[in-house]
């Protein structure tokens, strides 16, 4: 997810800047980009409760990819979510009450709605 890259990314940018007193090393233009991409596409602030709610939908196959993109664009209902993850759908009557409560709390862990919360 953006928000598990943009850690990544600024731990390397700090270790790079403390480790390299050698004003000819550079960060190269694509990793300040994609740092300024995490950092605006980034959804949550707690990134392991976000991981933790994601995980629990790899009990229902899954895979890493749709978990990301499930966390990247914050579905807001149980359709958008089938139709981006079409054998959730085939499987519905074993996991729609899993796939809710993780949108439910995605939606709680969202900084749109820590900034304005209802």
């Known amino acids: 997810m953006d928000c598990e890259v943009k850690e ?3 731990g390397a ?3 790079l800047l403390v480790s ?3 004003p000819e090393i550079k960060m190269p ?4 980009k994609a740092l300024q991409h995490s950092k605006y596409g980034s959804r949550y602030i707690d990134v392991q409760s ?3 709610v994601l995980d629990t939908l790899k009990t ?3 895979t ?3 978990i990301c993109m499930i966390g990247n664009i914050l579905l807001e209902s149980i359709n958008e979510v089938y139709i981006l993850v079409p054998p959730l759908k085939d499987n ?3 996991n729609e009450g899993l796939t809710k409560d993780a949108l439910r709390r995605l939606t709680w862990q969202s900084i749109e709605t820590q900034n304005n919360p209802c």
């Open 8 to 10: 990544i990314l600024e």
């Open 13 to 15: 940018q700090d270790h």
């Open 20 to 22: 390299s007193k050698d």
């Open 29 to 32: 233009e694509s990793f300040n």
């Open 50 to 52: 976000v991981r933790q």
């Open 60 to 62: 229902n196959g899954v």
């Open 64 to 66: 890493d990819g749709k």
């Open 92 to 94: 519905s009557d074993n």
